[in-house]
């Protein structure tokens, strides 16, 4: 059900890769809702060709970019600002890789070549974003930035590796930058902390079937899916939220404040009593 609550803002999407990404489902709820949209990923990613059906069904236009590049989000804002006859409202930033877990290097005896391309992926890059679309004056006041993280950045979760710290410096990143654009321009800046979600970036988790299983039994409302994520991001954008800024919104069913629940406790007795 459409709401019209994106009805003439405009906003850029980073990190569609394929119709698993958070990202696309964010862009097609953003579509629904009226918002006008540019759509962003690698070059790399771009060579895959699954981002011009998602073009299509939004009728939005692909600027490629690597968001770790200084020149290229210049390029991309600029470009965007063309597109779109000015400013713009909102940006997603669904962006996160790790070397390190890609190729199952474990924490404990890390590449730091690679640690330092995580962190500058998943997090530095949405400082360079930030940074680029202030430096350009590309948002319009009480704009909106949204990036997505996981409670990893708070909570130690087995096998999420060098993530974990990226996220916490995604998060910061956040309200450093969030109080900066918030006090000159009435730009908000938020992260959504969100469930364990079976895309490419996720399914590349270690164990992460074990983990999707072991949140669901543990949210009273069970996993929060990519949809129920768009579904945030599209409040997050819109007029309704204009004096949310600097947070970490957990959208993940009520697992980060969960110790035990019933259901994983009976998984726990289940399994003790058949491996006694
Ligand atoms: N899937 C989960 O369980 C989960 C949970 C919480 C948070 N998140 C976060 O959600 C975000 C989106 O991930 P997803 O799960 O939709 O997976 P995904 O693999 O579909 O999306 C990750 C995207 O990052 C893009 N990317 C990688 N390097 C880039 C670069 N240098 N420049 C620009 N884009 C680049 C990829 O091309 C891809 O589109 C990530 O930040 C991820 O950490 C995911």
Request: proline share 3%; aromatic share 10%; glycine share 8%.
């Amino acid at each position: 059900m459409a709401y019209n609550l994106l009805q003439g803002k405009k906003g850029i999407i980073f990190g569609a890769l394929n119709d698993k990404s958070i990202a696309w489902r964010v862009a097609l709820r953003a579509h629904e809702e009226g918002a006008s949209l540019v759509l962003t990923n690698t070059p790399v990613a771009m060579r895959m060709g699954e981002i011009n059906t998602l073009s299509a069904a939004c009728n939005a236009p692909v600027i490629p970019a690597d968001a770790t590049r200084i020149e290229e989000m210049e390029d991309l804002i600029r470009k965007s600002m063309e597109h779109f006859g000015g400013k713009f409202d909102f940006v997603l930033h669904s962006i996160g890789m790790s070397p390190n877990v890609r190729k199952g290097v474990p924490y404990d005896d890390i590449n730091y070549d690679y640690y330092l391309k995580t962190l500058d992926i998943s997090a530095l890059s949405f400082h360079k974003v930030i940074q680029v679309c202030r430096k350009l004056d590309a948002l319009n006041e009480w704009g909106s930035i949204v990036a997505l993280s996981y409670v990893a950045a708070q909570r130690t979760l087995f096998g999420y590796n060098d993530m974990a710290d990226a996220k916490a410096v995604l998060e910061s990143i956040a309200r450093s930058f969030g109080y900066i654009y918030g006090r000159e321009k009435r730009i908000r800046i938020n992260t959504i902390s969100q469930s364990p979600t079976m895309t490419t970036a996720g399914s590349g988790v270690k164990g992460m079937d074990s983990l999707i299983d072991f949140t669901e039994r543990m949210s009273p409302l069970g996993n929060a899916n990519a949809d129920d994520c768009a579904d945030y991001c599209i409040t997050l954008f819109s007029d309704l939220t204009r004096k949310v800024t600097m947070q970490n919104l957990y959208h993940d069913g009520g697992f980060s404040s969960m110790g035990m629940s019933e259901k994983a406790m009976n998984q726990y007795d289940k399994s003790f009593r058949e491996c006694p």
